[in-house]
């Protein structure tokens, strides 16, 4: 047995595990299919020319994303701890300096920091729902859509709700462990989540327009990909495996021994790009049918497409299952962001599951209300407007791009030079078990390939 089993199964009994190899895809592809599957994912594949961009953006998630996540998982599973204590360990017992946990503190640091705005974008989702079941949509023009969402922008109080409603929930499970709150909750979301997403892809089919909705993602037009397309396509696919917030090695601490970390990662990437494209095929069709642009940007969730629901048959209905789907995908993302600095508040402290979880949620909680405030009262406020690259960003964009720019891509980079360099080579061998040449492909790529790739998103970026 090699080192790094040994170590792990000395972990065992003191920790609890996931049930099954599926508990695990199943928390793993939640926490990955976010509002950045749901949201992002098919404005981006709509402003970088569709079916060409797809193809690139899986490559992307082949040499960046599940190297990254099998490094990250391995951490997590090898240490049996809160991702920094792990990092810690393995940099020990392969005679590395324990320095290299700053991968694990910038990203913990992160993933607390996009919790405290993410929440703040969940409860949006939250409140829609509402505003979709009760018909709001129905017969309204871009201008009471706008204002619609307006409204809610410019009301801190409405906004200071929904954030607080978000973040219970998200606090509410986490606060109740591995099996009765992170398993239990992905083993109903996740298949709700996936039911709901073919719903709504079965009313877009309806729409007359779904065969334009499948050219434009799955036929290639090389002449419309740019340069910017392809560091678009590399920096979210590092993105939307949850890569870099030290998520994966505190989902890998509870992963027993028995399950194969390579084929588990691949499932989760396969599950997670099954459901960006389907949110495509569930939103481009209402776009085509309604004469809207594909490349719309953020304002496509929560602007166009009330406008498109508005418009249609049963709009009421379908979008509701659409916000829902969207307040789920927020919900298990915004689980897992918890995770990692609740796990290490339990650890470092007295206070227990329950108590960590308030403290670790309500801290979060608390910082949102910053980012609710720089989109109203404080919307004037630039802290870093006096350079040029800042100008003009909030305390809300200036979260959103210190986190996404630096410390995601920092500490991704970090974890891909250590396993790759730092770890023994007989060590990731016995605790990846990859049979044939998968084992040689993957060391490869993380020695060289992917660290590149992150240095290339992480440089473009910067000067972007």
Not at 13 to 20: D, E, K, M, V
Not at 73 to 80: A, L, M, Q, S, T
Not at 191 to 215: D, M, N, R, W
Request: charged share 10%.
């Amino acid at each position: 047995m090699s080192q790094s089993n040994s170590a792990s199964s000395g972990g065992n009994g003191a920790r609890g595990l996931w049930s099954s190899r599926l508990a695990f895809i199943l928390a793993a592809t939640g926490s990955a299919v976010g509002l950045g599957n749901v949201w992002k994912f098919p404005y981006v594949t709509g402003e970088n020319g569709g079916g060409a961009f797809v193809l690139v953006y899986l490559l992307c998630i082949a040499i960046i994303g599940i190297p990254i996540m099998m490094a990250e998982v391995f951490i997590g599973r090898n240490g049996r701890h809160n991702p920094i204590t792990s990092f810690r360990l393995v940099a020990e017992r392969n005679l590395a300096s324990p320095g290299w946990r700053l991968s694990a503190i910038v990203g913990m640091l992160a993933a607390f920091i996009i919790l405290s705005f993410y929440s703040v974008i969940g409860g949006w989702a939250a409140s829609y729902v509402g505003h979709a079941a009760a018909g709001d949509f129905t017969g309204g023009d871009a201008d009471s859509i706008g204002a619609l969402f307006g409204g809610l922008l410019g009301s801190p109080l409405q906004l200071l709700g929904w954030h607080t409603l978000f973040m219970a929930l998200v606090v509410l499970v986490v606060s109740r462990g591995l099996k009765g709150g992170l398993e239990r909750a992905v083993t109903i979301l996740m298949p709700a989540l996936f039911i709901l997403l073919l719903l709504v892809v079965g009313y877009a089919t309806t729409t007359g327009h779904f065969g334009e909705a499948v050219s434009f993602l799955f036929n290639p037009d090389f002449g419309a990909l740019t340069v910017n397309g392809v560091l678009v396509a590399l920096g979210h696919a590092f993105f939307t495996l949850s890569l870099g917030m030290a998520i994966m090695m505190a989902y890998g601490s509870y992963l027993g021994t028995d399950v194969n970390i390579g084929r588990t990662a691949i499932s989760v990437a396969i599950m997670d790009t099954v459901v960006a494209l389907l949110a495509g095929l569930a939103i481009f069709p209402v776009v085509f049918a309604n004469g809207l642009e594909a490349g719309a940007g953020p304002g496509l969730i929560f602007q166009t497409l009330p406008l498109a629901f508005g418009a249609m048959p049963m709009g009421s209905v379908f979008g509701t299952l659409f916000f829902v789907l969207l307040l789920f995908a927020a919900w298990t993302s915004g689980i897992s962001l918890l995770e990692p600095v609740v796990e290490w508040v339990e650890e470092k402290t007295t206070l227990g599951r329950t108590g960590s979880a308030v403290l670790a949620g309500g801290a979060c909680w608390a910082l949102g209300i910053v980012s609710i405030l720089s989109l109203n009262v404080w919307s004037d406020v630039t802290p870093l407007g006096m350079f040029a690259a800042f100008e003009g960003k909030t305390i809300f964009d200036l979260l959103d791009y210190f986190t996404a720019n630096i410390m995601l891509p920092l500490s991704g980079l970090l974890t891909a030079v250590f396993v790759g360099w730092f770890v023994a080579k007989e060590s990731l061998q016995g605790d990846l078990d990859l049979r044939g040449g998968g084992f040689s492909l993957w060391y490869n790529l993380i020695r060289f390939v992917t660290p590149v790739a992150v240095l290339i998103v992480f440089i473009y970026n910067l000067t972007a």
